[in-house]
Nanobody, 122 residues
Framework: QVQLVESGGGLVQAGGSLRLSCAVSGRIFSIDDMGWYRQAPGKQRELVATMTSRGSPNYADSAKGRFTISRDNAQNAVYLQMNSLKPEDTAVYYC????????????????WGQGTQVTVSS
């Protein structure tokens, strides 16, 4: 069993900052890509930022220049530093990890956290 637990969401004024954290635990063999997605009410879930196990990042256009993704492979953790937050960033943010577990599979499986609410007031 693999679990992802997010933390760091909350209420912040426009222009403020938040740092999201995600810790992965369980029967992990290895983790490939990790990242963050978000979903606003009535909207589809969208990519915010991802990072490969080697440290190559990928950002949504809306996140470039404001958000920074990082990860600690030794701790099986991924982070999202969000600066210059805007009201349109308001959403539930979900951590994602592509995991090869210890059950004998050689394929990755996508795991998701429970989500953490980010609300940016104007």
């Amino acid at each position: 069993q693999v679990q992802l637990v997010e933390s760091g969401g909350g209420l912040v004024q426009a222009g403020g900052s938040l740092r999201l954290s995600c810790a992965v635990s369980g029967r992990i063999f290895s983790i490939d890509d990790m990242g963050w997605y978000r979903q606003a009410p009535g909207k589809q879930r969208e990519l915010v930022a991802t990072m490969t196990s080697r440290g190559s990042p990928n950002y949504a256009d809306s996140a470039k220049g404001r958000f920074t993704i990082s990860r600690d492979n030794a701790q099986n953790a991924v982070y999202l530093q969000m600066n210059s937050l805007k009201p349109e960033d308001t959403a539930v943010y979900y951590c994602n990890a592509d995991v090869i577990d210890q059950g004998g599979s050689i394929r990755t499986r996508a795991y998701w956290g429970q989500g953490t609410q980010v609300t940016v007031s104007s």
